[in-house]
């Protein structure tokens, strides 16, 4: 078979874990499979590298970041290859411009427009297990990029999509996907396989243990990917493409996500270009704007009330402020103490009262619905932050410990 | 005019200093001229992630060495475009592959074979300043390479070289190339033109503000170098080709050595490959003999006296001692208390009595000669490593401040 590993920062932390990982690779190349290995930094040296660029500029010039930032992934790759090759097994690093892992020009963000993988499919011909820096990318002209936070994930999953490979294990310091997270729910359990879809879902709903764009990665070139810890030899939780066999589970997982803040703009008069005026100004200061809800205008008057990250909320409060201003809007409300409870399964498609069955449960918890998002395979309910911990717990045992 | 300009360590080694460096670079750039800039890595840098590799494996692969070290120079080239552009100047960082700096596949101590300097060309073209990572290069098979310690000195001078530059400039912690250590030799002056020839004889000897391959270099492709300080605006001195005003100094400086050790074979057998079977496994690990001295033999019986680092010295005495129980030579004596004194000057070449003089200056000051080398510019001589300093200054008296 042909195997791309990722090891993330905490996997490749310091020298004993690189030897821990060097192990590893070794042991599934020794069984007669070829290796590609994609590394993140050492934990750590991103934030020091980042910290350092800004003891020089408050605002550093983002080509500069990239070309600073790759020096992590290239550390621990070379260290790697090195920890190998001192067992006695043939490795190579690789940084972007050898892998050959193209780039669009989007510094900090880029996304990968191609790989061709001549030196690597040389390279595993010849015996030897490659290493290759994650995270960054050259563009056309050759500058370094890089693929955002996380962005390791993406380039395991683009370079076994490109060499057409039999699964990409994606190494982490948590055993798997969970039912919900253990720190809140003790009931969650390990997830075996989850689909694509619902991946992507938890992704966007801040489950961090694998980066969205991996995801539709692996979805669009069919790349199976096992989550998995590196710090034991349990089996993690499959990503793959949904079956009949999964459709069956209603509820894959419950997410939460305490990062939200709430605005709602009183009184907007209802005529079109409304939501741009109030929305343009946010997307443009980089704000993402999570749930939108409008009410049905009464006397052609309507409320409009939206979630932003709780970081971005100060900002997104004044640029409200001065479009309500503009449209002559009411007044402006915030509410920093909001959460966000979700439940996802593919399952959903197929079963109906889904929805009623967790508006029901929240209910009888005394939990108040603020505002309530849907889509195919996911509902995602706003609810008071001091709510969402039991909400999870409710929704935890209504739905996944009953079945 | 077009100038290189390289900043060691040193002149990078913090957020503060690498400030300072920008503004002289804008400043340069600001009068008018294209700027090329060369840097070595921020000052202990290099060293951490030697002792890190080392961590890893007691001997650590060497292609694997040179891609971890080249990060190094990747992080000050980026920052300090970063800091350049902070100011509002227009720069680009290049890193080996970009800059297009080849060289052979010897890793850990590669040789400049071509730099295309295309990408080089079109960025100062733009009216950029051009950071190039310095000490670094790539193979013909585009795998990472560095040159040596200091390998950045010959980065620049190859760059100047390749782009036809003006002139070199070598910033470093020292304000240029001095007469004798001041540390010893209180009355020794700053050198305000040296020849390539004298430079490379100091160099040879151990004066470490120039790579030796560096001059070369500079001497081949006849490109001014100006050796000057980064923490001041002072004259430094200038490397350039001798001239008749130059010939007539006899002695531009008396250089000194402490670190080498002296092993003697003695009762060797005066036959053909006699020497091949004592030197040639001290080449073969490593070992840089630097003088070697055979003596006369009497009744087809020799000596043979030669230097070595220190560093090297008990590995040098064990090879010698099976060399010589194989050539059947008496026995093997071992010193590690010499030194090594040293006067040059291209002057020598059209003076006689140079040496006799020397010669005479050491007994005068009742210190021994072990043993005499001599170059068409250079004249060294072997004592006991307690007399170094005493021997620095009464050469330095005799030759240059009597001038």
Redesign the interface.
């Known amino acids: 078979m042909l195997i791309v590993q990722k090891y993330g920062g905490t996997s490749v932390g310091d ?1 004993k874990r ?2 821990n990982v060097a192990k590893r690779v070794v042991d599934c190349f020794k069984s007669g499979n070829e290796v590609v290995v994609v590394v993140s930094a050492m934990a750590g040296q991103t934030d020091r ?1 980042i910290s ?2 800004h ?7 983002p ?3 990239d ?2 930032l ?2 992590g992934e ?2 621990s ?3 790697l ?3 190998i ?2 067992m006695g097994y043939s490795a ?2 690789l ?1 972007a ?2 892998a050959r892992i193209l780039t669009d020009d989007a510094h900090g963000r880029a996304r990968i427009s191609e790989i061709d993988t001549k ?1 690597i499919r040389k390279e595993l011909k010849q015996g030897k297990i490659v290493i290759v820096a994650g995270f960054q990318g050259i563009n056309h002209e ?3 990029t890089t693929l955002g936070r996380g962005g390791s994930d993406t380039t395991a999953v683009a370079l076994a999509a490109a060499l057409k490979a039999d699964l990409c294990e994606i190494y982490t310091d948590v055993e798997g996907v969970f039912t919900a997270d253990p720190r809140i729910c003790p009931e969650a359990k390990k997830i075996d396989a989850i689909s694509y879809d619902e991946m992507l879902e938890l992704a966007s709903l801040g489950a961090k243990v694998l980066q969205i764009r991996s995801v539709e990665f692996a979805q669009k070139y069919n790349v199976p990917i096992h989550v998995r810890s590196s710090f034991n030899h349990k089996e993690g939780t499959m990503v793959v493409e949904a079956d009949a066999e999964m459709e069956k589970i209603v509820v894959r997982a419950v997410a939460h996500d305490k990062n939200q803040a709430r605005i709602t703009v009183r009184g907007v008069v209802d005529r079109p270009g409304i939501a741009a005026q109030i929305f343009e100004p946010l997307g443009q200061a980089g704000i993402v704007v999570d749930m939108i809800i409008q009410n049905t205008s009464e006397d052609g008057i309507t409320d409009m009330t939206f979630t932003v990250p709780k970081v971005d909320f100060k900002k997104a409060m004044q640029l409200a402020k001065e479009a309500a201003d503009k449209i002559g809007a009411k007044k402006v409300l915030g509410d920093e103490h909001i959460g966000k409870v979700s439940i996802v399964g593919v399952g959903m498609r197929s079963h109906s009262g889904v929805a009623a069955k967790m508006f029901q449960t929240l209910a009888q918890a005394g939990i108040n619905i603020l505002m309530i998002s849907t889509s195919e395979i996911k509902i995602s309910c706003v609810i008071d932050e001091k709510d969402v911990e039991r909400a999870v717990k409710e929704l935890h045992k209504a739905f996944i410990e009953s079945e």
């Not at 003891?55 to 010039?61: G, N, R, Y």
Request: hydrophobic share 50%; charged share 25%.
């Open positions: 020298v690189i030897r590298l350092l660029a003891e020089i500029s408050e605002d550093p010039d080509r500069e970041m070309a600073l790759a020096t290239q550390t790759a070379a260290l290859a090195m920890a090759k001192a190579t690093s940084v411009f050898q030196r050759g500058n370094i």
